[in-house]
Antibody
Framework: EVQLVESGGGLVQPGGSLRLSCAASGFTFSDRYMNWVRQAPGKGLEWVGRSTSKAESYTTEYAASVKGRFTISRDDSKNSVYLQMNSLKTEDTAVYFC??????????WGQGTLVTVSS | QSALTQPPSAPGSPGQSVTISCTGTSSDVGGYNYVSWYQQHPGKAPKLMIYQVSERPAGVPDRFSGSKSGNTASLTVSGLQAEDEADYYCTSYAGNNRYVFGTGTKVTVL
């Protein structure tokens, strides 16, 4: 059974940093591209970024709203993908989901972890 | 990259059909056959309902169907049921390892 479990959310002050983790199981993690998607309270879904696999040199890409502040990394030995978030703004407050990428879609989602940026 | 445009709401009576549109540009919806649709119930994670424009994952009822014409994709829910009441989001690959989501549509079963 495919499972994605996010962790690391919490309350952080504007300008602060936070690192989210996503632990994957039930599939060959190293072969798969992974995404981060967020949803602000009461709002729609927003794609945050994507990491390709080792075969594609772990290429990453980001939404314009987070580029230069957020970094996606992964540790295939731990079946985990991470989202390092720096220079956080109040508008980054959201539930953050990690997703598995398949055929240009996101076929599995974690339960999400809430990040609140507030003073 | 601007969000894909969806209608805010799509009401329908039980047994009827509703169709949700998702309008983008030639750089996303019109340029790739990587349009997918997600269903989200309140407080839950989204669930993949359609991928590659019109393909259904295992376990998704055949009441859900997808299509695309030019820069606009569509999701049709036939034989509407109470459990179909949810928010629906489209997304499209937009090149260079990027995705863009739609604005979301709330389907209400009257």
């Amino acid at each position: 059974e495919v499972q994605l479990v996010e962790s690391g959310g919490g309350l952080v002050q504007p300008g602060g940093s936070l690192r989210l983790s996503c632990a994957a199981s039930g599939f060959t993690f190293s072969d798969r591209y992974m995404n981060w998607v967020r949803q602000a309270p009461g709002k729609g879904l927003e794609w945050v970024g994507r990491s390709t696999s080792k075969a594609e040199s772990y290429t990453t890409e980001y939404a314009a709203s987070v580029k230069g502040r957020f970094t996606i990394s992964r540790d295939d030995s731990k079946n985990s993908v991470y989202l390092q978030m720096n220079s956080l703004k109040t508008e980054d407050t959201a539930v953050y989901f990690c997703t598995r990428d398949t055929f240009g879609s996101m076929d599995y989602w974690g339960q999400g972890t809430l990040v609140t940026v507030s003073s | 990259q601007s969000a894909l445009t969806q209608p805010p709401s799509a009401p329908g009576s039980p047994g009827q059909s509703v169709t949700i549109s998702c309008t983008g540009t030639s750089s996303d919806v019109g340029g790739y056959n990587y349009v997918s649709w997600y269903q989200q119930h309140p407080g839950k994670a989204p669930k993949l309902m359609i991928y590659q424009v019109s393909e259904r994952p295992a376990g998704v009822p055949d009441r859900f169907s997808g299509s695309k014409s030019g820069n606009t994709a569509s999701l049709t829910v036939s034989g509407l049921q109470a459990e179909d009441e949810a928010d629906y989001y489209c997304t499209s690959y937009a090149g260079n390892n990027r995705y863009v989501f739609g604005t979301g549509t709330k389907v209400t079963v009257l």
